[in-house]
């Protein structure tokens, strides 16, 4: 993720922010720009020379910064308007809930932008394209609680909102083993698959893909119910990224695809604030030095990426330990997942 800076008063902003805690300037940001914008507290638009822009109709609901051009018909932003159902606002807890998924969502949807990745015409393909539900369990009649599964099938995605709530989450985290279980690494996971069927199967890449990550083709129901009975085998991490990952071809690539988008994420971050070993240009709203004008999301090599990765999370874990915290980043990375990861780089850029 960049940086940003107010346009007004140039003090530093984040990506989630709609109002500048400075001069208290209202906030809001256009994704094609990848810019924020500003507009005085009396001023309902927006306004980038003769475009003026609208806000998003969740802004007020959920304090979605995102806008929109004023002549678009479209009410929701780019993001929002891909969420196809909510819980239900009548419960206290849904509508911060809903708040942190979509926040999480927007920088899924940050990343997919700059990685030029298709997320399919709601209007043409209203069947196909990326959608996302975000459902609570519900108590049925007979006293039992109906479960609501995080996943993905055809391009809809659906998230459970309980993964919201940070103590339920790290209940989850705990019992499962993960190192990493967050928002923004579930919509990177669930994505993962969105993306396999449109860019693996039936492609040319198939058979590299299975040289890699194994048949897809193996019985998905029974692989998963061996997971959870068994676990990961000994000695998984010489493979995978995560011992979920074991479990299926498919959770293999899911799991890899979401641990990419966090290293490139992680090196654009560090890039802006001048941690990845190359010295930022002065002011918030140029593109850091070390690589092209696309940053680390257009790195068109794969290895430059892994060679700024690996010492910066050695220096993160060594921040972390020096203030008595956990590490930073708990992953050896062997030469099989270096492939795995090369694999999908390739995927993403190839297209381009
Ligand atoms: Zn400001
Ligand atoms: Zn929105
Ligand atoms: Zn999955």
């Not at 304090?63 to 051009?69: G, P, Q, T």
């Amino acid at each position: 993720m960049r940086r940003y800076a107010c346009p007004n008063c140039s003090n530093e902003v984040h990506f989630r922010n709609s109002e500048c805690v400075n001069c208290h300037s209202r906030l809001g940001y256009v994704p094609a720009w990848d810019q924020m914008f500003y507009a005085a507290q009396d001023d309902i638009k927006w306004h980038d020379g003769a475009t003026a822009y609208k806000a998003c109709a969740n802004r007020q609901l959920i304090s979605c910064n995102w806008l929109i051009e004023d002549e678009d018909p479209e009410d929701y932003c780019r993001s929002c308007r891909h969420t196809l159902m909510i819980p239900d606002l009548s419960a206290p807890e849904n509508c911060d809930h809903w708040a942190a998924l979509e926040e999480a969502k927007r920088r899924l949807f940050y990343s997919l932008e700059k990685f030029r990745l298709d997320v399919g015409d709601l209007a043409e393909q209203p069947d196909t394209a990326l959608r996302f539900e975000f459902k609570a369990d519900m108590l049925s009649a007979d006293g039992k609680t109906k479960r609501v599964l995080t996943g993905h099938a055809n391009g809809l995605v659906t998230i459970n909102v309980a993964e919201a709530d940070d103590p339920t989450r790290e209940k989850y985290r705990k019992a499962m083993g993960e190192p990493y279980r967050t928002l923004i690494g579930h919509f990177r996971h669930e994505v993962g698959h969105y993306y396999w069927d449109h860019l693996v199967f039936n492609t040319p890449k198939l058979d590299a893909y299975r040289a890699i990550f194994g048949d897809e083709r193996e019985d998905y129901g029974e692989a998963l119910k061996r997971h959870y009975d068994q676990g990961a085998p000994n000695g998984w991490e010489a493979n995978y990224v995560s011992s979920y990952a074991c479990a299926h071809s498919w959770e293999d690539f899911a799991e890899t695809w979401a641990h990419y988008f966090h290293i490139v994420d992680g090196l654009e971050t560090a890039g802006w604030y001048g941690l990845d070993g190359h010295t930022p240009d002065t002011g918030l709203n140029r593109t850091p030095g070390g690589w092209s004008d696309a940053g680390p999301y257009g790195a068109a090599e794969f290895e430059p990426l892994m060679q700024a990765w690996v010492p910066l999370t050695v220096a993160m874990n060594a921040m972390n330990r020096s203030i008595g915290l956990g590490d930073f980043y708990p992953f050896v990375l062997s030469d099989t997942i270096f492939a795995k990861l090369e694999f999908i780089h390739g995927l993403i850029h190839d297209r381009r």
